[in-house]
């Protein structure tokens, strides 16, 4: 088995009855329901609900997206766009999966490479 990280169990939720301006950064599983306009940075997984809305950047280890995102994906291993996702932005990641019906609108590059890391 591959040295692989470890990635808590617990799971931080952004509400969908929540908003943020600004950046936002956390270790492990986090699920956004909400809206964000800034970057997300996540060190685990990200989840992002049918109601949620980011307007920024977001990197992350794995993503699975079934809501709106305008902005650059930069995702380490795996990618998941499930079918009521709306995309808008270029794509970077390992490994992608897209469902029927998702929308996206951006370049994507498939990359077996090194770690992505945010912009500055």
Same mark, same amino acid.
């Given at each position: 088995?591959?040295?692989? +990280?470890?990635?808590?169990? +617990?799971?931080?939720?952004?509400?969908?009855?929540?908003?943020?301006?600004?950046?936002?950064?956390?270790?492990?599983?986090?699920?956004?329901?909400?809206?964000? +306009?800034?970057?997300?940075?996540?060190?685990?997984?990200?989840?992002?609900?049918?109601?949620?809305?980011?307007?920024?950047?977001?990197?992350?280890?794995?993503?699975? /997206?079934?809501?709106?995102?305008?902005?650059?994906?930069?995702?380490?291993?795996?990618l998941v766009i499930e079918?009521?996702?709306?995309?808008?932005?270029?794509?970077?990641?390992?490994?992608?999966?897209? +469902?029927?019906?998702?929308?996206?609108?951006?370049? /994507?590059?498939?990359?077996?490479?090194?770690?992505?890391q945010p912009e500055s």
């Amino acid at each position: 088995m591959k040295n692989r +990280e470890k990635f808590s169990d +617990e799971l931080s939720i952004l509400s969908n009855n929540v908003q943020i301006k600004g950046n936002i950064s956390a270790q492990g599983n986090f699920r956004i329901e909400g809206q964000v +306009e800034g970057d997300v940075n996540v060190r685990g997984n990200l989840f992002l609900g049918e109601t949620a809305t980011v307007r920024g950047n977001i990197t992350s280890n794995n993503f699975t /997206c079934n809501g709106t995102v305008q902005g650059k994906i930069m995702i380490e291993d795996k990618l998941v766009i499930e079918k009521k996702s709306k995309i808008t932005g270029d794509i970077t990641t390992k490994a992608l999966i897209v +469902e029927e019906g998702a929308e996206i609108n951006g370049k /994507c590059i498939m990359s077996s490479g090194s770690k992505i890391q945010p912009e500055s």
